[in-house]
């Protein structure tokens, strides 16, 4: 068990480099698999999903050099050969069901452990990627302990309307339409800032993707995919999370942002709570000229609200940084998980801070915010936002602070204790057996 022990109360100043977003460099990962030609990625996190990625890679027999130091990749997969009677893709990540595209267009085949899983955010179906996986042309069934995935013929070009904006089934699709030829559309696509920048890797390859960025994707596959060079933009996740942090503690961080076009609602959110973020010179910055104080609305008798839901909404991921926020601000505020049931079950582990917290209902919670509170032990459930929004609160406290199960905050942020400590925060890592 790994924790983050804290000794808060300090505010944070300095500036910081963000990483690349995991969710838009794993399925670009994935996404290498469909060329033969060579690859060269800069920005690439060390993370741990990233590593898993890079040993099925290298189990296939790619060529694969990180310059870990630099985060630069080299990927060739023009040797890369797949066994379905022994290799297996892991469960222990998400990501892993992108690999079936690819494996399908280049072998026919593809086998995924049946118990594929990410965060605990509540139940996260496959049922929407097999149906994309067989409308393609894919025979799906399940064998002891595994999903096996065939493909008798090439992939067909189809049309399909998602039951609701998935970003890795809208990315799956993706993967699918450009093996496929002809033209394929997706309606009710996800439009994350992720999802677009996974689209301009495609785009980058060859791939010819109209719509990217809104609800409705046309893809023209068929095309071969070239090789070339791509740059990650910066998480628009980590950038959040260190302004969250900069004005929890009442400090000066600035952090590099080459996209704050992305952050309008995610801007007006942080101004609920009497926070302002400037955007100069690619650098963003969170000023606060008093106390976090949340902000009363103009219509009487409502609460303040954060709603969270798929991207153009305020990105669900972000939500709990912002509860930390409601928790020490004065007011109240109501917080609105509109995709996951069950994500909020960890807001009474704020309690041993002091906070006054309130569910409402599986995806309700009010902050009752602005009163003392005290160092604690806390334990984070296995989400990765969740264990820094326990770190936030805890790093606005003056004392020791211990979050229990922190580990997840490796699988998307590379160097965090280490920003952390350049901020100037006491913290360190411990591990626990």
């Known amino acids: 068990m790994s924790s983050l022990i804290v000794h808060g109360g300090a505010p944070l100043r300095g500036r910081i480099s963000p990483s690349a977003n995991k969710n838009a460099v794993l399925p670009v990962l994935c996404a290498t698999l469909l060329t033969r030609e060579p690859l060269r990625l800069h920005g690439v996190p060390d993370i741990t999903d ?66 594929v899983k990410g965060c605990t955010l509540g139940v996260r179906e496959i049922d929407p990627h097999v149906e994309v996986f067989r409308h393609f042309g894919g025979r799906v069934e399940r064998t002891e302990g595994s999903l096996l995935v065939r493909l ?73 995919l070239a090789g070339g060079e791509f740059r990650f933009d910066e998480d628009f996740h980590e950038i959040t999370t260190f302004l969250a942090l900069g004005a929890i503690t009442g400090g000066e961080v600035q952090v590099r942002n080459s ?26 910055e969170a000023r606060r000229s008093g106390p976090l104080k949340v902000q009363a609305p103009f219509t009487p008798n409502v609460l303040t609200k954060v709603e969270a839901a798929p991207w153009p909404y305020f990105p669900v991921d972000l939500l709990p940084i912002f509860i930390a926020l409601g928790v020490r601000a004065q007011g109240n505020a109501m917080f609105w998980n509109k995709v996951y049931d069950g994500a909020l079950g960890w807001t009474g582990e704020l309690s041993k801070f002091g906070a006054h917290v309130f569910s409402s209902d599986p995806h309700r919670l009010i902050t009752f915010g602005g009163g003392p509170l005290a160092p604690a032990v806390v334990e984070s459930p296995y989400i990765i936002r969740v264990a820094i929004a326990l770190f936030m609160v805890a790093a606005s406290i ?26 100037g925060v006491r913290v360190e890592w411990t591990q626990e057996e």
């Open 259 to 284: 996209a704050p076009g992305q952050f309008p609602l995610i801007d007006r959110t942080f101004a609920k709570f009497g926070v302002q973020i400037v955007h100069r010179d690619g650098w963003s």
């Open 50 to 115: 990233v590593r898993k990625i890079l040993e099925i890679f290298q189990a296939l027999g790619s060529e694969v050099r990180l310059d870990r130091e630099a985060g630069t990749l080299d990927l060739h997969h023009r040797d890369t050969a797949f066994d379905a009677t022994r290799h297996r893709l892991p469960e222990e990540m998400r990501s892993s069901i992108m690999l079936v595209p690819p494996l399908l267009a280049r072998f026919g085949v593809a086998r995924l452990e049946d118990n």
């Open 398 to 423: 003056e004392g020791r602070s211990e979050i229990r199960n922190a580990a997840p905050i490796r699988r998307a942020h590379p160097r965090f204790v280490e920003n952390l400590r350049s901020l």
């Open 152 to 224: 008798a013929e090439g992939m067909r070009p189809v049309d399909h309307w998602l039951d609701y904006a998935s970003v890795t089934t809208t990315e799956n699709f993706v993967l699918c339409a450009v093996a496929a030829t002809g033209t394929s559309t997706l309606t009710n696509a996800a439009s994350e800032p992720h999802v677009q920048e996974f689209c301009r890797f495609m785009a980058m390859m060859g791939a010819r993707i109209e719509g990217i960025g809104t609800s409705k994707l046309t893809v023209h596959g068929g095309a071969p």
